[in-house]
């Protein structure tokens, strides 16, 4: 799951201080600096609706290679790598870009002047072995160990829990944060003006839980109850609602006041973070207006995140007068469990003109899903990424079969924790297709990372497969970039996260499983927020999926309701679709916007299939209720599935003149339900044995985990080439058997007659 940077103390100020020293880790040299000739001036351009890097104006395919600099071990595998890298033609680099001095100041409160010895050695590392090295800087906007500011730093701005333990600065600490933006100003200005600069082609900016930017033991502990947070929700409160009859409206208490509101305290059990128990019932949603605080202090906590973000942003766009990237993790929206992770508000950060590049560790859940036969999904909505004109990075933090498991390892670095290592090198080269294929696919790049400096890239033969058969397919895309046009939009709702009361298992299974099993269904599926169908943004597709669309405002209702009117594609509607309106539960709601007459009837989650799902069974496999559960009692609806326990309609599909709607009453939707809704619905169905497929219509990766035939489904017209051969197509069938061992990764492109 997100999160891997280790708890080198349980003190949490100096926990705060505990980025490794790289001092201790570097020889001491004098500065390598290959002279660049030009400016360096890096950017994500739109071309033809693409997103594409851009060094000094050429499309650069956005390969990277981070190891991990700061461990005290390890650090005799950076040269051999980066040699590799540097030969194999990458040479973009990252990694943790610490001891940057902060400001500070004497006694007399005039600014010490900085020495930036420490860091410029972490670059010189690099240059060393490559003297064409680019830079995408990881930075903390937490200070160094040595930064003499803690001393003034009172504990009252470290994060408070329920349990009255302490953890890094919280998020609200405004003498921190201005540090930090005053500090990285300085810096940045620094390296820009140095013969550094033209090396860098843009700033990491990372905060909170491993850099991540969601919130810091929120999984663990709950909310932060520090004083400096408990002042930025009041100050929230009252910039939201305005007056105190607004606020005790919304919240159902005649007492709420804006200078006595509480962060809310949680029911004992909630944390950590945890699935249902045993005869306990899941609740969905938060009862308003009695759970109004949760979603108002939910909302409050992304927003912050959000303004931290766009902060740092503006200054490094300021500081590099536009001419370098601004990355950042965000939007786990398939992964982060609670309405309170501080990753919700995806749709301003994608507006936000002076961010670039948006990236996540490809998804850890399940962690079986990263290991041959897996998905290996992005976390976020990398196609509306892709759509706002921003450019998507997959971590790709493989666990390789060249790990030494003999050798010392980080304690952190457990099986159960960060998943299997790979068993082979064929094993590995597999994987790093498939993602990359997926990556390629819907418009991103991918950096490699040695998580733990063990050398989990230090062989040739990784390197070649991606110089001889990656990078060339790369290159001639950019060439003639183009969109992702996928058959089916998977549509997310972020604002709907803020209502669900259910932290782990309603995300888990209606939105974690539903993107990998929608990655196995054979169809070209795309993952775009639900506002980018509702404002036009999202590409026209045969099929759309609305996953969590529990949410509607009022203004969004009626264009969303339009949309569908006048559109002939497919409508797939999951669980609780316009449930939530934004002053309590409407069930006319639910049946304005979906066309199904829907009725409640709490109890099991699970489906036996009729009709055109006739033979399978899907849902949530679990002896406990679920409260809201809906049921079909609708004549005009043919029903695709009942519910296991009661045999009442849970399913059921409409047609409507050139218009077909589906409602599926469960989450945890299989690849075989999904597969067969996706066709009837128009989508094109590349393979039918939940393979891992990806396909832009000029190249089709498909990845399975078992050894044996694969018959792929060609549209009309088209025909498969592998290293520059056409595949025979069966031409009664119009299918192409190929053979694929076990892990296997293919890589085809797609050829159309005239």
């Known amino acids: 799951m997100p999160g891997k940077t280790p708890m080198l103390t349980n003190d949490p100020l100096i926990r705060m201080r505990?980025?490794?020293?790289?001092?201790?880790?570097?020889?001491?040299?004098?500065?390598?600096?290959?002279?660049?000739?030009?400016?360096?001036?890096?950017?994500?351009?739109?071309?033809?609706?693409?997103?594409?890097?851009t060094l000094n104006g050429k499309p650069h395919p956005a390969m990277i290679f981070f190891f991990n600099s700061s461990m005290n071990i390890g650090q005799e595998n950076l040269r051999p790598q980066v040699e590799m890298a540097r030969s194999h033609g990458v040479h973009l680099y990252s990694m943790p870009f610490v001891n940057w001095p902060w400001l500070e100041y004497d006694k007399e409160m005039k600014p010490v002047p900085p020495d930036y010895t420490e860091s410029t050695r972490i670059l010189d590392r690099y240059l060393e072995v490559d003297p064409e090295a680019l830079f995408l800087l990881r930075i903390w906007s937490t200070p160094p160990h040595s930064w003499k500011g803690w001393e003034q730093l009172s504990r009252a701005e470290l994060a408070l829990y329920d349990d009255g333990s302490t953890g890094m600065a919280s998020l609200a600490s405004e003498p921190l944060w201005k540090a930090f933006?005053?500090?990285?100003?300085?810096?940045?200005?620094?390296?820009?003006?140095?013969?550094?600069?033209?090396?860098?082609?843009?700033y990491h900016i990372g905060g909170q839980n491993s850099t991540e930017w969601f919130c810091d033991m929120y999984r663990e502990k709950g909310p932060d109850y520090s004083a400096p947070n408990q002042t930025g929700f009041r100050r929230w409160l009252e910039k939201q609602y305005r007056t105190e009859n607004a606020l005790q409206s919304s919240w159902g208490d005649p007492d709420a006041a804006f200078q006595t509101a509480q962060i809310p305290k949680f029911e004992k059990g909630r944390f950590p973070v945890r699935g249902i128990q045993k005869d306990e019932t899941l609740v969905s949603f938060y009862l308003l207006p009695h759970d109004r605080p949760w979603v108002d202090y939910s909302r409050y906590i992304s927003e912050l995140v959000t303004d931290r973000i766009m902060d740092a942003a503006g200054v490094s766009r300021k500081a590099t007068q536009g001419n370098k990237l601004t990355a950042f993790f965000f939007g786990y929206l398939f992964d982060l469990p609670?309405?309170?992770?501080?990753?919700?508000?995806?749709?301003?950060?994608?507006?936000?003109?002076?961010?670039?590049?948006?990236?996540?560790?490809?998804?850890?859940?399940?962690?079986?899903?990263?290991?041959?036969?897996?998905?290996?999904?992005?976390?976020?909505?990398?196609?509306?990424?892709?759509?706002?004109?921003k450019l998507w990075i997959n971590e790709d933090d493989m666990r390789t079969h060249l790990i030494d498991k003999e050798k010392e390892l980080p304690v952190w670095l457990s099986e159960e924790g960060f998943g299997k290592q790979t068993s082979s090198l064929s094993e590995t080269i597999n994987l790093l297709k498939r993602n990359l294929g997926f990556v390629q696919t819907h418009r991103g790049g991918t950096w490699w990372m040695d998580l733990i400096a063990a050398g989990s890239f230090a062989d040739d033969a990784i390197w070649g497969a991606l110089k001889t058969e990656i990078l060339p397919k790369w290159e001639k895309r950019l060439s003639n970039p183009a969109p992702y046009q996928p058959d089916v939009a998977i549509l997310v709702d972020p604002m709907s996260r803020y209502l669900c009361k259910n932290d782990w298992d309603l995300s888990f299974h209606g939105l974690t499983l539903l993107?990998?099993?929608?990655?196995?269904?054979?169809?070209?599926?795309?993952?775009?927020?639900?506002?980018?169908?509702?404002?036009?943004?999202?590409?026209?597709?045969?099929?759309?999926?609305?996953?969590?669309?529990?949410?509607?405002?009022?203004?969004?209702?009626?264009?969303?309701?339009?949309?569908?009117?006048?559109?002939?594609?497919?409508?797939?509607?999951?669980?609780?679709p316009g449930f939530m309106p934004p002053d309590g539960i409407s069930l006319e709601r639910m049946r304005s916007l979906t066309g199904f007459n829907l009725v409640q009837n709490e109890g099991l989650m699970g489906s036996l299939g009729k009709g055109l799902l006739e033979g399978l069974s899907w849902g949530w496999p679990t002896s406990n209720r679920v409260s809201p559960r809906f049921v079909l009692e609708d004549s005009r609806a043919e029903t695709l599935g009942v519910y296991r326990d009661c045999r009442l309609p849970s399913s059921g599909m409409v047609h409507t003149g050139q218009q077909s709607s589906f409602f599926l009453g469960d989450f945890e939707i299989s690849p075989d339900v999904l597969r067969r809704l996706f066709r009837a619905g128009g989508a094109h169905i590349w393979t039918e044995g939940g393979e891992v497929v990806h396909t832009d219509r000029d190249n089709l990766i498909i990845h399975s985990g078992n050894a044996g035939s694969i018959p792929v489904s060609l549209p009309a017209g088209t025909l498969l080439v592998r290293n520059g051969e056409g595949l025979k197509t069966d031409p009664a069938s119009g299918k192409v058997e190929i053979t694929s061992k076990a892990g296997e990764t293919h890589w085809f492109e797609i050829s159309r007659s005239n």
């Open 181 to 202: 933006l005053e500090s990285f100003q300085r810096m940045v200005e620094h390296f820009e003006a140095s013969p550094y600069g033209p090396h860098i082609i843009g």
């Open 338 to 389: 609670g309405s309170m992770s501080g990753h919700w508000e995806l749709e301003r950060i994608l507006n936000c003109p002076d961010i670039d590049i948006l990236c996540a560790p490809y998804s850890y859940l399940p962690l079986e899903e990263r290991l041959s036969g897996g998905s290996s999904g992005a976390m976020s909505l990398i196609d509306s990424v892709a759509a706002h004109g």
């Open 515 to 576: 993107r990998n099993n929608a990655m196995k269904s054979g169809a070209s599926v795309g993952f775009y927020l639900l506002s980018d169908f509702i404002n036009g943004i999202a590409p026209e597709c045969p099929v759309y999926l609305f996953a969590n669309a529990f949410w509607l405002s009022d203004s969004y209702y009626p264009v969303l309701q339009s949309r569908i009117k006048n559109s002939k594609s497919a409508f797939i509607w999951l669980y609780a």
């Open 18 to 53: 505990s980025v490794p020293a790289v001092a201790v880790l570097i020889a001491m040299t004098a500065p390598i600096i290959c002279a660049m000739e030009v400016k360096m001036i890096a950017r994500v351009e739109t071309i033809n609706q693409t997103p594409v890097l």
